[in-house]
């Protein structure tokens, strides 16, 4: 589309510019005799628009100011006359819209907060990804990142909580995140706009197996036809580990001996854990006779449960847990409620909250962190007491239960489950 090369000139009033008409394949401009620097474009398409048009320092700048249905005459002309002022000022208006134009959107600033906070921490950053396509991308994608004040995020909150609550919490979580994130590369305001908007109520997830599911659960695994990844399920049990860490097991990261009394032992060291620390599994008997089969049979394979994708090892084994509740007549069971059946099982027993959360691997609480030297024996033992009483659920039956005796320092814990 090109533009008339000789525009015209008119005293630009409303009755006017209705009787400007569209020109086939390209636009023209008409210049106010009564405002130097406004004129109407009027496009091809027959849509006008209201631009101001000035020279600053030798060089021409324009600014559209408005749809003519949407702006008078009158507000027009004052606003290019204030456009002159500034400019007899010594200042250049159009500068405010040319940083406007360069700023960051949302949408690049999304792939920044993934590639350069996300996936060198090891978050979930395919949550984060998927969280922003389903919910924000359609609203936020092309808007600027000034833009996003925190009117505009409860506005999007309250949306998304109408039909998931939870799940509005998560994406607030994520744009609090994003938000900081955006300040710190220094796009972003100085203040977090996330902050101040409530979250909305949750109650906390208490799902279990209990002794009768246990053995269900068991045999719906013993007879899915993919052991490997049922292996998966049972270690899960076993190990009480989340499911990022255990997909991610390297051979390289356990240690198994046979102790002076001839009984086997095992470690499982997690270089980095969600809460971005190290972490010391103990391995009872009913885990090692997981693990020693994975070790057979994943071959050369650096990796425990090894895949033939990307990543080299076991993603998503979400449709084998499908079959497999199907066929236990679990319901309402998920996968991470594998890891709170570790933990109930530990708490049958009277285990503290501290000892519990060293051996779920959560941080500690402030009043918690002087503890963090104890030995890991009394964890060590009450795993092994609580995966002998599921083993024999599960027809996992280590020859002789074992019992850690070398002390380990664990990560700092944090009371509860999670």
Not at 259 to 275: L, Y
Not at 292 to 308: A, K, N, Q
Request: a positive charge.
């Amino acid at each position: 589309m090109t533009e008339r090369s000789k525009p015209r000139k008119i005293n630009l009033t409303k009755a006017a510019i209705e009787a400007l008409k569209p020109e086939p394949g390209k636009f023209y401009t008409v210049n106010d005799t009564k405002q130097v620097g406004l004129c109407v474009r009027v496009m091809a398409s027959g849509a006008k628009y209201f631009v101001a048009y000035r020279k600053v320092d030798g060089r021409p700048e324009r600014k559209t100011i408005g749809r003519v249905t949407e702006v008078t005459v009158e507000q027009a002309r004052t606003h290019v006359m204030k456009l002159g002022s500034s400019i007899a000022d010594g200042k250049n208006p159009f500068d405010e819209r040319k940083r406007k134009r360069e700023e960051m959107t949302v949408g690049v600033l999304v792939q920044r907060f993934i590639e350069e906070y996300c996936k060198p921490r090891n978050l979930t950053w395919k949550k984060a990804e998927k969280m922003y396509e389903a919910h924000l991308k359609a609203h936020w994608h092309t808007k600027k990142v000034s833009e996003i004040d925190s009117v505009e995020i409860q506005d999007r909150f309250q949306k998304i909580g109408k039909d998931t609550p939870i799940q509005a919490n998560r994406v607030l979580s994520m744009v609090s995140k994003m938000m900081v994130f955006a300040k710190k590369i220094g796009v972003g305001p100085e203040h977090n706009p996330a902050k101040g908007t409530e979250k909305y109520p949750e109650t906390e997830r208490q799902r279990y197996l209990s002794d009768d599911e246990v053995k269900r659960f068991a045999k719906a695994l013993d007879a899915e036809p993919n052991q490997k990844i049922a292996d998966f399920f049972r270690l899960a049990l076993f190990v009480g580990v989340r499911r990022g860490n255990l997909l991610a097991m390297r051979k390289d990261q356990l240690h198994i001996w046979t102790d002076e009394d001839g009984v086997q032992r095992g470690r499982w060291s997690i270089p980095r854990t969600k809460n971005k620390k190290p972490l010391v599994i103990h391995l009872s008997a009913e885990a090692l006779i997981v693990i020693e089969r994975r070790l057979e049979e994943s071959g050369d394979s650096p990796w425990i449960f090894p895949s033939y994708g990307a990543s080299g090892h076991l993603v998503e084994p979400k449709k084998v847990w499908a079959r497999v509740c199907k066929e236990a007549k679990l319901e309402d069971f998920r996968i991470h409620d594998v890891r709170h059946t570790f933990a109930s099982e530990l708490a049958k027993r009277g285990i503290s909250l501290l000892l519990l959360g060293q051996a779920m691997g959560h941080l500690s609480h402030q009043s918690t962190k002087r503890y963090s030297h104890l030995n890991v024996d009394d964890v060590s033992v009450m795993i092994d007491q609580a995966n002998a009483d599921v083993g024999r659920k599960m027809n996992v039956v280590a020859a002789k239960n074992q019992h850690a005796s070398e002390p380990i320092v664990w990560d700092d814990c944090e009371g509860g489950i999670g």
